[in-house]
Nanobody, 126 residues
Framework: QVQLVESGGGSVAAGGSLTLSCTAS????????MGWFRQAPGKKQEAVAA???????KYVESVKGRFTISRDHAKNTLSLQMRNLGPEDAGMYYC????????????????????WGQGTQVTVSS
């Protein structure tokens, strides 16, 4: 079992940057493929990025070139660096640990991620 805690959210002007972090209060993140998801008010949850245990990366098209997912194994932390943020990037961001084999995890379907944090809010002002 892994317990996830996100941090790093906040308010930023359009064009700005934020880095989100996800730490494990219990468990080891390197045991899992990991993902970041987001949900804006009134919108469906959206996968943002995923990273397998082996380091394979997957991004949703809208964040490619702007967001970077990474791990720090020593700190047991997953990060999401976000640059050039726009209003469309606003929402609650969640990290999640995948419970399936890597090739299912990179599909970034929420159903294969059984472990979720509580989320951290990102607000982008235009």
């Amino acid at each position: 079992q892994v317990q996830l805690v996100e941090s790093g959210g906040g308010s930023v002007a359009a064009g700005g940057s934020l880095t989100l972090s996800c730490t494990a209060s219990e468990g080891t993140l390197s045991d899992y493929a990991m993902g970041w998801f987001r949900q804006a008010p009134g919108k469906k949850q959206e996968a943002v990025a995923a990273m397998t245990n082996g380091g394979s990366l997957k991004y949703v098209e809208s964040v490619k070139g702007r967001f970077t997912i990474s791990r720090d194994h020593a700190k047991n932390t997953l990060s999401l660096q976000m640059r050039n943020l726009g209003p469309e990037d606003a929402g609650m961001y969640y990290c999640a640990a995948c419970g399936e084999l890597w090739y299912k995890c990179v599909l970034m379907l929420p159903s294969v991620f059984p472990h979720w944090g509580q989320g951290t809010q990102v607000t982008v002002s235009s």
